[in-house]
């Protein structure tokens, strides 16, 4: 199965990806790690001004398989959480990259530089491999 990597966003190993909007980082996790896990049926996510880390857990996301941690690719405060999926956890499904984001984080520092975050390419050939 073909996955879409949006060239846009950068990628954890642990198949979260983050978009930069100057101050801005819009997280969720990839249409991989959806296919992978299967019918979800619980997010938890951050409470609005909590603090998170770059590379510690923020949250859960469980599926019928199995539940997986869910990493910060960037530290800073939640600014925004997708209620709508708290609510219809299975809609992360249906559009991972766009509706489906979980978190919105005001970066700590804005002109840090992203440590282990992969670009759409590298996440590719990490997941698919040389097929």
């Known amino acids: 199965m073909a996955f879409e990597y949006p060239e846009d966003l950068k990628y954890l190993d642990s198949h979260e990806y983050v978009r930069l909007d100057g101050e801005i980082a819009t997280v969720g996790i990839t249409a991989f790690a959806i296919d992978q896990l299967g019918d979800i049926v619980f997010v938890e996510l951050p409470e609005l001004s909590d603090s998170v880390e770059a590379g510690e857990r923020f949250g859960t996301i469980e599926s019928v398989k199995a539940v997986e941690e869910l990493n910060a690719p960037v530290s800073g405060t939640v600014i925004e959480r997708n209620e709508a999926l ?33 670009t759409a390419a590298e996440y590719q050939v990490q997941v698919e491999g040389d097929e």
């Not at 559009?95 to 975050?117: F, H, M, Q, S, T």
Request: aromatic share 6%; no cysteine; charged share 40%.
């Open 86 to 118: 708290i609510e219809a956890p299975e809609g992360i499904a249906e559009d991972p990259y766009g509706e489906g984001w979980l978190v919105k984080i005001r970066l700590d520092d804005p002109d840090a530089e992203l440590e282990d975050i992969l």
